[in-house]
């Protein structure tokens, strides 16, 4: 069982796939590892294993020989709790919501399901994925298996940290200012964000929103191609929903091309950045000239992303969550309260001229990404941090002030509607792992995935997970 916590999930699938192992052997390993780990991490904290052993059993009736060429054949995933899974328990980590249980799957669990993948639980999220700290007054705080005195960022923290403890082999997450990238750069697993509409979801209140997005987590690239081979294509319930694509993912990584010119920003000229990350990053960049025509230092135009940003996503928080405001006031968050009064004070005024910039941005993204083939920064501002604070409140003499501003590297990029993806670059001089942000044109998930391919094939960092928590004494 400890040999195939290690593996890959390409390895694992490829194992299902032959026979050499069943489902119900794979459930066997994660929910022991799941029993070792995660009273020092508190990554699943929601189990479902009688529900995943149902599905093992009919998956074990089946002959793979019958089945697409593209299936996970009942490989062990966890789902964020902010993504309903029929008959579990699902929280959103809101005391609101604290003995909910899931009436129906969201269309992209159902299509896991339908290919192959086999639930075994809900991993931890901030209470309605707000911040980049993973905890909640009704499932606690998860913390990082490289210290688990920090934090895993958030709000995929429960997700990356059961990925790094080799609790199962793929996670989904969702990003809206960096929640798959940020706890991706903090535990050293690979977060994709991909451009929206690229995985369909729901059926939800606001389907025409293409801010917040699914994505996969995994611990290297190719798994996470085959995880979003797993969750894409089209569905009536979100409109505007992509179809997948002609060539899979898990294809696209079998040639890897030579890339044109290459830009390399260390602060997306707005963001202090900790000096260590700062160093591994740019050194991470220096390295990818070998996969490329070169590496200029420069950056497009993201004076205003930030505002942009913080002014779209408080649109957002009180089209979602005015009436628990109105209804529920006492058992919300102060961070909560603060996006959804911050929404309430916006005019029309406001948020047309945020549109209108985000438009405008978007045509600059366009012409710069007709010169450069990639942009690359820092995935976050700061290795990994102690979970007894909420957010991080300054760097390098930057104080910030709102729980949100120390996560504008990721979410500045989150405005562009492009996919980027955060891959392991690098380690402190402590140890934590350092992330970086490669992000290409909008709708062009195969060429992201393909660059940060090109980096991991060069360097050991995927194989440093899964481990075993670090508690220090």
Known sequence: MTDLIKMTATEVVGLLKSGDVTPSELLD?????????????????????????????????????????????????????????????????SPIFADRIAEFSDVMVERLEERGGIV?????????????????????????PWNTD???????????SALA?????????????????????????????????????????????TYPVEGPMARNVPDTALFLDMMSGAHILDPSSLPAPETSYVDSLKNIPKFGRVAYSPDLGHCPVDPEVADICA???????????????????????????????AQLFIANHAPLLARHRDKLKPEVIWNIEKGA?????????????QGALYQRIVAFFSEYDFLLAPAAIVPAYPHKFRYVEEVNGVKFDNYMSWLALPAMLTVTNCPVISVPCGFTKSGLPVGLQIMGPNAREDRVLQAAYAFERDHDFASRVPIDPITPA
């Open 345 to 357: 004070k916006l005019t029309a005024d406001d948020i047309g001229a945020a549109q209108r910039a």
């Open 283 to 313: 050194k991470a960049a220096e390295d990818f000239a070998r996969y490329c025509a070169g590496v200029d230092e420069t950056c497009p135009d993201l004076h205003d992303a930030e505002d942009i940003f913080q002014t779209l996503r």
């Open 150 to 160: 920090l934090t895993p960022a958030g709000s995929s923290g429960g997700a990356a």
């Open 165 to 209: 403890a080799g609790q199962v082999w793929l996670a989904q997450g969702s990003d809206l200012g960096g929640s798959l990238r940020t706890p991706a750069s903090f535990t050293g697993i690979v977060g994709l964000r991909p451009s929206p509409k690229r995985v369909a979801h729901g059926p939800l209140g606001l389907p025409f929103s």
């Open 120 to 144: 075994v639980g809900k991993s931890n999220t901030p209470e309605f994925g707000a911040g980049g700290q993973t905890f909640n007054e009704v499932l606690g705080t998860t913390t990082n």
């Open 29 to 93: 390993a994660s929910e022991k590892r799941i029993a070792e780990t995660n009273e020092a991490v508190n990554a699943i904290p929601t189990l479902c294993f009688d529900r995943a052993r149902a599905h093992a059993a009919r998956l074990e009736k089946e002959k793979p020989a019958d089945r697409p060429e593209m299936y996970l054949h009942g490989l062990p995933i966890a789902i964020k709790d902010l993504t309903p899974v029929k008959g579990v328990r699902f929280t959103s980590g």
